[in-house]
């Protein structure tokens, strides 16, 4: 069996949304990897989120084909079907105060509207692929498959083992962040799921960004970087911002999140709150040296009001769910 993959392309999407990076294709021939490749090599534009045309061609070429239709299956990375549900916010609203739960329920909405209004769907990306490549493919050729799936098959079907608990901690897939997933043989079953905002790749994403880098890109700088820090300096600082429950499920400020989202999809940087920025300093701007600072210090006042903030929300969540979440860092007891 001939199994053609392709990610990015989520052309005509609105910016609002995120519209992929990094487009590429991969072909695997019985079960082996014959090649995998990105856009970006070919269009030299770097982390081209354009159809990957080049690169599908790259891939035929490499398993000896002559065109797309004579693939047997065309994999999409995304579901569009389960894009916007509304457990994103029942999910998270525990950690919202009631602006951010309108705000979210806003976006939820306008968003399936605008998906049904343009027939935004997994048609509409089959379309893409038709209109490009100039084929018409067949029923059960072509196939969206969810995000994380894609993720943990990538993986595990490529590992020596036979079975596997796959953890996934993404940005965002479609509306989920991490996945919780057995995978045995060829099946895959999902056990848990955390829904955006509550996204610890978006906290790195404005990690990355908070330290000059360019979110979505610049990741691997910062995971390059991290050793030469200390991390005992801002260990207090990102408890504050994830809760670790006793089940293993996390919890990150999902208001601090939404907020940041907000501006760096309006002005192309994340804009960090004064509370923020009092305790670590200001964000550091692109080709300032990169450089060790002491210690993450709030001046009271801000201390005060960043606890506040963290306060109650944590004991929101608690009250909500009925159960004990993490306590208060010891340095703020
Ligand atoms: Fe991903």
Redesign the pocket.
């Known amino acids: 069996m001939i199994v053609l993959g392709y990610n990015g392309a989520l052309l005509g999407y609105p910016e609002l949304t995120g519209t992929g990076h990094d487009s590429s294709a991969a072909i695997v021939v019985d079960g082996e990897l014959v090649a995998a490749c990105e856009e970006e090599r070919f269009n030299r534009e770097k982390h081209s989120a354009k159809f990957p045309k080049q690169a599908m061609a790259f891939c035929l070429k490499q398993a000896g084909l002559k065109s797309i239709v004579e693939v047997d299956l065309v994999t999409f990375y995304w579901s569009c079907g389960l894009m916007f549900r509304q457990d994103m916010l029942t999910q998270n609203r525990a950690g919202m105060n009631v602006l951010e739960k309108l705000g979210t329920w806003g976006v939820l909405r306008t968003m399936r509207a605008f998906n049904k209004f343009t027939r935004y769907n997994d048609d509409h990306i089959k379309k893409i692929l038709e209109r490009n490549m100039g084929v018409t493919m067949g029923d059960g050729k072509w196939r969206a498959v969810p ?1 994380h799936l894609c ?1 943990v098959a990538s993986t595990f079907y490529d590992s020596p083992h036979e079975e596997a608990l796959c953890v996934t901690l ?1 940005g965002s ?1 479609e509306c989920s962040s991490s996945q919780v997933c057995v995978a045995k043989g060829t099946d895959i079953k999902t056990l848990h799921e955390v829904l955006v905002p509550n996204s610890l790749g978006f906290l790195y994403l404005f990690t990355t960004n908070f330290l000059g880098f360019t979110p979505n890109s610049d990741e691997y700088k910062v995971m390059g970087l991290a050793p030469y820090g200390n991390r005992a300096v801002y260990r207090e600082f990102f408890r504050s911002l994830v809760k670790l429950h006793d089940d293993g499920r996390y919890e990150v400020d999902q208001g601090l999140m939404v907020q940041l989202l907000a501006t760096l999809r309006k002005h192309g940087v994340a804009l960090f709150p004064p509370a923020l920025t009092a305790g670590l300093g200001p964000a550091r701007k692109e080709g300032e040296p990169v450089e060790q600072r002491a210690t993450w210090t709030l001046p009271p006042r801000c201390r005060n009001a960043w606890r506040r903030r963290c306060s109650t929300r944590w004991s929101a969540s608690r009250s909500r769910r009925g159960r004990t979440i993490c306590a208060w860092p010891a340095v703020w007891r």
Do not use: S, V
Request: net charge negative; proline share 0%.
């Open positions: 995000h993720h993404d897939g």
